[in-house]
């Protein structure tokens, strides 16, 4: 079966701590993982994918498949992170690609 | 550019009513979808198109319909309203499975 699991809901750390939200996947095949953000008043938007290996505003993920996980870091956090993080993963199924989403982690980020 | 449009933001309805989510895009996206997302829960896949004229269900889709006449448009309609539909809800775009392009949200309350 294919699942996403975020393990902690709240994440709260103290500006320029470091940061790491973690991303466990089940799937049978190559997957493709994602972490999507959501800001206060703003809508769900796409963070990093692990394919670009990029680094966005400070935030990195490294795809490891030996423990099937996609931790997102970030070495200092800034009080502008404070969002919902969400971990995704697409895969196929049923022929067509689909995008299944984790039950996100609230990041807060405290002066 | 205007991306992904939802309407209505904010909606109240009876126990029993019926309503129709609205959602279009202008990115010329074959793929579009439909989550919803539950007060500390992920997002959760209801319907999913991959082109004009096809639809299909995703994780949790009794109680809803939806249909994709044009590629543009994938309007989602709840046609008798139960409190458990209480939710935030997403449409979502992508081009072939590919980064997916959320709207703002539609805030539903049943009572």
């Known amino acids: 079966a294919q699942r996403v699991t975020q393990p902690e809901k709240l994440l709260s750390v103290f500006k320029g701590a470091p940061v790491e939200l973690k991303c466990n996947y089940s799937?049978?095949?190559?997957?493709?993982l994602f972490w999507y953000v959501q800001y206060s008043r703003q809508r769900l938007q796409l963070l990093l994918r692990?394919?670009s290996r990029e680094s966005i505003k400070g935030f990195t993920a490294d795809l490891n498949k030996g423990e099937t996980s996609f931790h997102l870091k970030k070495p200092f956090a800034q009080e502008e992170d404070s969002a919902m993080y969400y971990c995704?993963?697409?895969?196929?199924?049923?022929?067509?690609?689909?995008?299944?989403f984790g039950a996100g982690t609230r990041l807060a980020v405290h002066p | 550019n205007a991306g992904v449009t939802q309407t209505p933001k904010f909606r109240i309805l009876k126990i029993g009513q019926s309503m129709t989510l609205q959602c279009a895009q202008d990115?010329?996206?074959?793929?579009m979808y439909w989550y919803r997302q539950d007060p500390g829960m992920g997002l959760k896949l209801i319907y999913y198109?991959?082109?004009?004229?096809?639809?299909d269900k995703g994780e949790v889709p009794n109680g809803y319909n939806v249909s994709r006449s044009t590629t543009e448009d994938f309007p989602l309609r709840l046609e008798l309203a139960a409190p458990s539909q209480t939710s935030v809800y997403f449409c979502?775009?992508?081009?072939?499975?590919?980064?997916?392009?959320f709207g703002e949200g539609s805030w539903l309350t049943v009572v």
């Open positions: 692990h394919i």
């Open positions: 979502a775009s992508s081009l072939s499975g590919n980064t997916i392009y």
């Open positions: 995704a993963l697409r895969g196929l199924s049923g022929g067509y690609n689909k995008l299944i």
């Open positions: 990115m010329n996206h074959n793929y």
């Open positions: 799937y049978s095949g190559s997957p493709e």
């Open positions: 198109s991959v082109g004009a004229g096809i639809t």
